[in-house]
């Protein structure tokens, strides 16, 4: 059996994505140290940005709006304008930041296209995601680039029934159990996780107990190709 | 001949969009009077607004940190944390607003979608296109979803690829002859124009003296299927 698609989550999968989140908020404490001291900063930061999900997204546009009102909040309205123009740029700073793609993936990349689809799926903001994908490179292995809002079983089930991709012949690489893989099994696809020491907090999911036999789990992804074949030899 | 695909614009095609940024404009203009003229403020947000374009994008997060840029250059950073709150606030109301859909569309897509894939094809952010969408209650009617980054023949040529449609079988409606018209007439599809008065000045574009006979002109969005009958049966 052949696999039709292989799908890639980008963020913290094919590059470095999260240690641009913590470096801003450590700035961010620095930042607000005159107003509040840095546990409150990151609490509050946090807190913020899991409630402006819903209406604002992921991406360092919504993550700036919700340093700009943590500002706002911990210095009671004090704040200057010239200060939250230093806020501005540490947004700007990780949305120029260079594109750090993870040892083994370019590799992999190559071996993998000529044979199969491969599609990168990932969640975020158009432009960012967009810019990102152009500035690493690797746009080049991909058949279908595909930006979504939300990573769930519905938007999931969308994208395959529209792209007309048999899910049994769908296999998704990534490092969010909430995101890449849980989703992907319920659909009764594969799904390869790779464990990332940094993953967000917020992409963590309990593990269940009994995981289908469509579930893998690889050291690092320069190991793909050789799952995959052994996945359609089976 | 049977068209395969009708897609449509959504902002100021089948709902109400530049009004909101106007309506913004001018609840900038007041909060900025300690600081700046109303025509210093139009002009220095019109400015920083394009300029953002190519990093941040279409739609209201963009806006709103242009609103911020613009209030921090033209008060010195004098401005205080309280006022970008007002700000902010400005921005979490034009995301809220409700959606006005235009008259003439919805029984225009009832009528259209049992016979043809309709389409909406959108530029700007993700979420916040995706919540009007849902919001509009237009939904049902679509059988695709697209919000891209840019409007362009480029992303118009890969998005019917990739969906494998004939650019000969394929309609597109809009109020912007940039982004909706003139790129679509490239590529050899229909184009359907209707003029609305309050587009936003970027979306136009200068009309050329010859059009293809594929390009086409209507008043407003209810003679669209005796539009489409015309076309397929000639």
Not at 108 to 130: C, F, N, W
Not at 173 to 189: F, Q, R, T, W, Y
Not at 190 to 216: C, F, M, N, S
């Amino acid at each position: 059996m052949k696999l039709d698609v292989i799908a890639f989550d980008a963020d913290d999968t094919l590059w470095v994505n999260e240690p641009r989140y913590i470096a801003a908020e450590a700035r961010l404490r620095e930042l607000l140290s005159p107003y509040a001291d840095g546990e409150a900063v990151a609490h509050d930061l946090h807190a913020t940005e899991i409630r402006n999900l819903t209406s604002f997204g992921y991406g360092v546009k919504a993550y700036t709006f919700s340093m700009i009102e943590t500002a706002i909040a911990l210095s009671n309205g004090h704040i200057s304008g010239t200060e939250i123009d230093g806020i501005l740029q540490v947004g700007r700073r990780m949305m120029q930041a260079p594109v750090e793609v993870f040892e083994h993936v370019e590799p992999t990349l190559a071996k993998l296209s000529p044979q199969r689809d491969l599609m990168i799926l990932t969640k975020g903001d158009l432009v960012e995601q967009g810019d990102r994908i152009a500035r690493s490179g690797l746009a080049k292995y991909f058949r279908y680039i595909e930006i979504v809002r939300e990573k769930t079983v519905e938007s999931y089930r969308g994208l395959l029934q529209q792209r007309r991709i048999d899910p049994q012949r769908f296999l998704m690489v990534g490092n969010s159990m909430k995101s890449d893989i849980l989703p992907v099994l319920e659909l009764g696809a594969y799904a390869v996780y790779i464990h990332y020491d940094g993953t967000w907090e917020h992409e963590k999911a309990q593990i269940p107990d009994r995981l289908p036999t469509t579930y893998k789990e690889i050291k690092h992804i320069g190991v793909l190709p050789d799952l995959i074949e052994t996945i359609e030899g089976g």
